[in-house]
């Protein structure tokens, strides 16, 4: 029985995981800049970035003797400063938000760059993150409660039926995006009163707990690239949940069993909400060592995590 | 100020993961069996093996035409069950002790397996384990208290000055390696009673909180690859360790910050127990988000955890 429990905790896993092995495959182009790895772009998404003006282009590295040494995908040279190149990129992505390539429009930037605390290359409207395979951040938080005898409880949201992604499925008290510009702690402080009606004095003892990431490739062959930054907050018995936007349409607390059954045999929750769960339930004892397959559970929960910083020669 | 910090720690992780890259490369051979990949031996301790006896031998391998794959080491292919395999290479193993080869002999098997939870291919003398590059598990446990405002205070275990391996060092409350034929959580109560005299009810109270791993490649040329099972014990505030096994010269009990600076400022910590502990940093909110470096030292705490199941088709 056992050995069940955690091949589909895995499971869930790899479906957050789904083709990921190909970003790096033929498919895909780099997408680099000053002599840096940014993202991965599909040939299908390349095409309409190279038929529609000069922003883009695709250059040939050669070696010292002239013999071909692959290729890339990248900003025109011209493009000097991330203000400038920011500004390029929106235009082509306004563009092909017109054509219908870029959907779910979001109007909210995200750093382009190497590494979560380094300096971006441009900023990237939120909505075509996955067309260019950049590591896109967020804060996820479990709300739980604690019963005298140590018993512990899972607030649980149902996403609303209006909301464009993952509609009625299963979530997190608290989740977002980590846009450009604000600190993990005050977006999870600002998501918490948004979603969940939690006040800032109360959200603040939030506890930072690792990260869960993942890298897929969606239906539309775009790179997803995940790093969600896990919090838990320990809530008072009597605190009552209260969202405040619309997207979350009820709450209810569930014994940490009831949870973990329901990601085992369904798939109700969002999928990369399952994942952090997971997490949670590896970081509080629910999943343990002597279940076969801990360890490459626990493993794969980071599989997307590695920051590029990495300098290429060309 | 927090740039240095997670630097630093970064740099402990990077202490434990020395000469990792050249597992993977030439100088070392791919321990194999039933087409299945155990472990990986380097060519100056291969030699060894070979000239003894023939207990191990090179296998080339080769594609139907003829042409060569490459080759590995492996067991002579007459020792057909793990009772067989045990004896032969325990036999192995005692001779190049008398050599002084294997040093700090154990008396104790570790399993030869693809993954924690598999049948082992053969038991091995512990001491061996890194001489053949096989991943070793073992259970590290962080006893801590918490005082009424939830500051949190760590024991910290001084080795004795005649430990074999790293005396002196600075020590979690209770580790010790996983052995053959018993379950994590009864290895964990049985070490808490040799090491910090925590009586039975009280360490069955830890917390199973995850893994952390790494692969380093030590002076004398060995593949050590663990991955440590991370456990957590609240204690009450009263509790006062009794090391039972002469292994520990001294407990103290620290204020979290004063556990977090030595890590930074110096080697005084033994190199994995500074892994496991930055663990504990990192899920208990200590080091969190908005640190630079937070995602890269995340990930790299479970560096060498991929089990290697996979199937060869030689």
Same mark, same amino acid.
């Given at each position: 029985m056992l050995l069940d429990l955690l091949d589909q905790h895995k499971q869930r896993v790899a479906e957050c995981n789904v083709g990921r092995e190909s970003i790096r495959g033929p498919e895909f182009l780099e997408l680099r800049g000053n002599g840096l790895l940014f993202g991965y772009v599909h040939e299908s998404f390349a095409e309409h970035l190279l038929l529609l003006d000069d922003t883009f282009k695709v250059y040939f590295v050669r070696s010292k003797d002239g013999s071909p040494l692959g290729h890339y995908i990248g900003l025109d040279q011209s493009l000097k400063t991330p203000k400038a190149r920011t500004k390029a990129v929106a235009a082509v992505c306004s563009e092909l938000r017109e054509k219908g390539v870029i959907t779910g429009w979001r109007d909210e930037l995200y750093p382009v760059s190497t590494g979560f605390h380094n300096k971006p290359y441009f900023g990237l409207e939120r909505a075509a993150a996955p067309h260019f395979g950049i590591i896109a951040y967020g804060v996820h938080m479990n709300g739980y409660t604690e019963d005298a005898d140590g018993n512990k409880y899972l607030w649980v949201a149902r996403r609303s039926a209006t909301k464009q992604t993952w509609p009625l499925r299963l979530d997190h008290l608290v989740a977002g995006g980590q846009p450009l510009g604000l600190s993990c702690a005050d977006n999870l402080v600002k998501e918490c009163q948004e979603e969940a009606g939690i006040p800032p004095d109360l959200a603040r003892r939030a506890t930072a707990a690792g990260t869960v990431s993942y890298e897929m490739v969606t239906d539309e062959n775009r790179a997803k690239r995940d790093v969600l930054f896990v919090y838990d907050l320990k809530l008072p018995s009597d605190f009552q949940p209260k969202n405040q !936007?619309? +997207?979350? +349409?009820s709450f209810e607390l569930w014994p940490l069993a009831r949870v973990a059954e329901t990601i085992r045999k369904s798939n109700e929750y969002k999928p990369n909400v399952a994942l952090v769960i997971i997490d949670f339930l590896v970081r509080h004892g629910y999943?343990?060592? !002597?279940?076969?397959g801990y360890v490459e559970l626990v493993s794969s929960l980071r599989t997307g995590c590695v920051e590029a910083a990495s300098r290429r020669t060309t």
């Open positions: !936007d619309g +997207e979350v +349409e999943i343990h060592p !002597d279940q076969k």
